[in-house]
């Protein structure tokens, strides 16, 4: 049984050769196996005949069984590699929480301390005896708290190790003991080969290891799970995207003819044509849409949600995923931030080209949840009493010490305050940006391009703390720069990241933003506990950029103007040289 010392060490990019290998294999069998297939004897005859057919036959099934044993092994190597990468994910959360308070993790697992309880309970007493307990009293907790989070960290990172193991010996163990079939090596997914619900490492193991023709067959037969299959190469989910999109909307523009003047039609109609629109290169860059996903009408996907990449995310050296925040919509929002997008791709190359190196660049706008709806639709209102039912109130406050002023009152959407949408739309994120990293990694057809490029995220108002969602609960080494910009908060601050680098970028005259984190942090007193995480600009693990000057009015908006310094501090966090001195 691995012990706390030993999961430390694993690393699921340890497989990534074994994994290749397996691939090339299953190949060669492939191939092996069609010339055996396309061997003819019909015109021999006699003895020697039936020997020769008695002898292909054996061949044939030889080769099939020796297909099912790859495939099987394949499949529990893809399945192992995943598990390692939960693991991996486990270790860093407990390990980092660890780091953060100073707890000490035995090592082998077995339990976690806390060297600075004993002073902590210390100086707890010594302020309630001066009757000022209470802040103490909530740290205090807040520590405890973090203690057992981070003894169920070890624990499950020790559970699913040996879950892991336990799992890829006994599939090792069938194919030593000959006990593999050919339903076994197809499983019991919709389709041969591939899990049920796959991960991303295993969804970008098994489409790697397709022949093209395979794999044009998939995405012409099955172009929605194609298409929204995380782990599947960017072309493939653009065709099958861009097949699905044309084809909704030619039945709706065929419904429209027949009679239906709905406004509801006419709204789907008009996002659809936006995010077509979207599609359209501009000066001959690619585009690809990785996402498309037409609204349900329920929690979760109330909007139509798509990704539409600026560049060739299967080719670029450097891919960045840009995750907007309040008011965002496809309809919208996909046209302006596909142009901002292309802007920045501008900038950044400008900045590769000088160093030379000949890499290249893809961005991605991430519209993969449901944004909550516009601050700028607050309601004032003159008291406390008149904030609206199922509202929340924001204040603000104005004057200063010398001349104070009532505070301004707004009703407010919770929606806005609540992480509620950020936490759901960041388990999205991570399984798309694990899936643009595993694509790459588990890419053998096209050795020319790199299979490790530079990855960021940049998340901008909302979508930053959406963003922090996502990258906190994403495998190590997925993201290498983070980067928050007019933002009201992020999920836990710099330990929770599993980013190399964090950055945070705000305008001095951004405070309404700030304000959103805790409405109600002017009548409770605790001027830092947002609803929304900590704000990185206060966190020292957080690198701040200087985004420049922009008007008051409309600074939050003002960070991807071309031209602008924002976008050129962005720009750097794309191409991996944020932060170093000019």
């Known amino acids: 049984m691995a012990g706390w010392s030993d999961i430390k060490r694993w690393k699921a990019s340890n497989l990534d050769g074994f994994i290749d290998a397996i691939i090339s294999r299953k190949r060669e069998a492939a191939s092996v196996a069609d010339d055996t297939v396309a061997i003819t004897i019909e015109t021999w005859e006699g003895e020697g005949a039936e020997a020769a057919q ?6 044939i099934e030889r080769g099939e069984k020796l297909q ?7 499949t529990a190597a893809s399945t192992a590699q995943d598990g390692i990468g939960d693991v991996e994910t486990l270790v860093l959360e407990a390990q980092s929480r660890a780091d953060h308070y100073g707890f000490v993790i035995a090592e082998d697992g077995s339990q976690v301390t806390d060297p600075e309880l004993d002073s902590w309970w210390e100086r707890f007493t010594s302020n309630m005896a001066a009757g000022q307990s209470h802040a103490y009293a909530a740290e205090l907790a807040e520590r405890k708290g973090a203690l057992k989070d981070t003894a169920e960290a070890v624990s499950n990172a020790l559970s699913r190790a040996t879950e892991v193991d336990q799992a890829f010996c006994d599939a090792l163990g069938r194919i030593s003991d000959d006990q593999v079939t050919a339903g076994m090596a197809a499983g019991s997914g919709l389709i041969p080969g591939l899990p049920e619900s796959p991960s991303t490492e295993e969804a970008a193991i098994w489409w790697d290891s397709l022949s093209k023709d395979e794999q044009d067959y998939y ?5 929605e799970l194609i298409g929204g299959m995380d782990g599947v190469d960017g072309w493939a989910r653009h065709e099958a995207n861009e097949a699905r999109l044309t084809e909704d909307l030619e039945e709706a523009l065929e419904a429209q003819a027949g009679g239906d003047d709905s406004p509801e039609l006419q709204a789907q109609i008009d996002e659809m044509e936006a995010l077509l629109g979207s599609l359209k ?3 001959g ?4 849409l990785l996402l498309y996903e037409p609204s349900t009408g329920e929690d979760g996907n109330y909007h139509m949600q798509a990704a539409v990449a600026v560049g060739d995310v299967d080719e670029a050296d450097h891919i960045t995923t840009f995750v907007p925040g309040m008011t965002t919509t496809v309809h919208d929002s996909v046209g302006n931030y596909t142009a901002d997008l292309h802007n920045l791709n501008r900038v950044a190359q400008g900045k590769l080209d000088a160093m030379g190196g000949g890499e290249t660049v893809a961005s991605i706008a991430w519209l993969g949840y449901d944004a909550p709806g516009s601050p700028t639709n607050m309601v004032l209102v003159d008291s406390m009493e008149d904030v609206m039912p199922g509202d929340v109130p924001l204040i603000i406050p104005q004057g200063t010490p010398e001349y104070p002023q009532p505070p301004l009152i707004y009703s407010v959407d919770p929606a806005i305050v609540s992480p509620a949408r950020a936490e759901q739309g960041g388990e999205n994120l991570t399984s798309f940006i694990e899936g643009i990293h ?9 050795p020319a391009v790199t299979r490790d490029p530079h990855t960021s995220v940049l998340g901008h108002s909302y979508g930053s703390t959406t963003s922090s969602y996502g990258v906190a609960d994403a495998r190590p080494g997925t993201v290498d720069d983070y980067a928050a910009f007019g933002t ?7 330990w929770n990241m599993n980013s190399g680098n964090n950055y945070v970028m705000n305008f001095e005259n951004e405070e309404l933003i700030r304000y959103l984190n805790n409405p109600l942090r002017w009548i409770s007193g605790i001027p830092d506990a947002g609803g929304l995480g900590v704000d990185p600009s206060q966190d020292p693990g957080f690198t701040t950029l200087d985004p420049g000057q922009a008007d008051p ?4 908006t003002q960070y991807l103007d071309d031209n602008s310094k924002s976008q050129s501090e962005l720009a750097d966090v794309v191409i991996g040289v944020a932060g170093n001195d000019d």
């Open 219 to 223: 995405i012409e037969t099955y172009p």
């Open 553 to 556: 009015g409309t600074a939050h």
């Open 285 to 288: 860059e690619v585009r690809q």
């Open 438 to 446: 595993d694509s790459r990694t588990h890419d053998t057809t096209n």
């Open 68 to 74: 099912d044993n790859i495939q099987y092994l394949l």
């Open 281 to 283: 290169p501009a000066d």
């Open 54 to 59: 008695s002898t292909l036959t054996s061949l």
């Open 488 to 494: 009201p908060g992020v999920d836990g601050g710099s």
